[in-house]
């Protein structure tokens, strides 16, 4: 069996080229051209998370790379190389995406939408048949902010929250039309927010959360450091004080999704939430917003009218804000029944969530003397 994968480079992809380079002895990487290097990103990031080195040695024999780019017709191969590619996989796995919340929104559904009808031309073209594995996300259940979302559910009863949000819900539209026109099993992948605790690194893609620490740096640097008190600044965020948001460490739902798309289909669109067991309350992200800069959070019902400088600049990633109110949860029954076992393996927590967009902390003296140590 051929896998070929798209967004290898990614946060996730990287993560899924290594959950199936532990099944398939080869796969086919559908690299973005644009950015260039895939073979040496993956091998970087094989390195940074000390993978054994006979497996980064093996990557440039066991990957093959084919530059693409998915906005394009046909990928933007050749005729020959459409037709070779298309002939020769089993399994195409699309997880390439533009996961920038509120881009414009024509950049967005180029990647998103147009992206995925072009990966889903190339799983039409092949003559193997091959099926589809769909990366979408848990938010394409949109602005609905109470309730449990079930994995079956499609609709835009609720509106969404930005701009992503509805290109992915326009992509997964097109997944299931596919499915239907070309009589295909197709699989629907839906993780949540993905976060990691491998600490960042400018090799690495950045971390989703990442963005946090980016405004609130932006923002410090634009209204001034704290008052010379050293009191840390107010920031009063809209929110619900009981929300609650559902963040999913990458490394296990690369393990999950990999194991689902093992098994035997079913036949049709079976559609799954990659989610962790517990949700994270809002008072957890407010403290890494506090441990990232010198600010105290407080989480109100409303934007302030009498908004600081501070606060009003904060809104730097609107797209994001919204979720501050979220108290719905993701039913991933299906992933259960199918996997007998909880989903993910970690705790995400304050320490996790910190580990992953601090810069690595250097060795505490006490702990090097043989003293006793606490948690950063
Ligand atoms: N990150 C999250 O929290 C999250 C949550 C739920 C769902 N998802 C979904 O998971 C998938 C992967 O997300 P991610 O976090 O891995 O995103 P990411 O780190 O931004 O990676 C995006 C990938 O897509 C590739 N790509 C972008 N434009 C392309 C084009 N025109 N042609 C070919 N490849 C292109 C990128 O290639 P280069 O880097 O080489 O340019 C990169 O490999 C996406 O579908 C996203 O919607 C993500």
Not at 13 to 19: D, H, I, M, P
Request: contains cysteine; glycine residues 8%; aromatic residues 4%.
């Amino acid at each position: 069996m051929h896998v070929a994968l798209t967004g290898a480079t990614g946060f996730l992809g990287l993560r899924l080229v290594r959950e199936l380079l532990a099944r398939h002895r080869k796969v086919t990487v559908l690299a973005h051209a644009e950015s260039g290097g895939a073979l040496h990103r993956i091998m970087r990031f094989y390195e940074l998370t000390d993978a054994p080195q006979e497996l980064t040695a093996e990557l440039a024999d066991r990957l093959r790379i084919v530059d693409t780019d998915l906005t394009q017709p046909q990928l933007g191969l050749s005729a020959a190389a459409y037709r070779e590619l298309a002939d020769g996989v089993d399994v195409v796995w699309h997880s390439a995406g533009n996961i920038r919340l509120d881009d414009d929104p024509a950049r967005l559904r180029r990647v998103n939408v147009e992206g995925t009808r072009n990966v889903l031309a190339l799983a039409a073209a092949g003559c193997r048949e091959p099926v589809v594995h769909h990366v979408s996300t848990a938010f394409v259940a949109g602005a609905r902010h109470e309730g449990v979302v079930y994995e079956d559910e499609l609709d835009d009863g609720h509106g969404f929250e930005n701009t992503y949000e509805r290109s992915k819900y326009e992509a997964e539209l097109l997944v299931r039309a596919w499915a239907r026109e070309h009589r295909r099993p197709a699989l629907v992948l839906r993780p949540s927010i993905l976060v990691s605790d491998v600490p960042p690194h400018p090799e690495l893609p950045e971390h989703p959360l990442q963005f946090i620490d980016d405004m609130l740096q932006t923002v410090l640097r634009g209204v001034g450091r704290p008052q010379a008190d050293g009191a840390p600044l107010l920031v009063r965020l809209a929110g619900h004080p009981r929300a609650h948001l559902n963040l999913m460490p990458v490394e296990d739902t690369a393990r999950v999704m990999v194991a689902l798309g093992a098994r035997e289909r079913s036949g049709g669109v079976e559609t799954y939430h990659v989610v962790h067991g517990h949700d994270v309350p809002i008072g957890t992200l407010t403290a890494v917003m506090e441990r990232l800069a010198p600010v105290r959070v407080e989480v109100v019902a409303q934007r302030p009218v009498d908004a600081s400088p501070l606060e009003a600049a904060t809104d730097l990633y609107p797209g994001f804000t919204p979720y501050l109110h979220h108290r719905r949860r993701y039913d991933d029954t299906r992933v259960r029944c199918a996997l007998g076992a909880s989903p993910s393996r970690h705790r995400v927590d304050l320490p996790y969530l910190l580990s992953g967009v601090l810069p690595p902390q250097p060795e505490p003296a006490s702990l090097l003397s043989g003293g006793s140590a606490s948690l950063p």
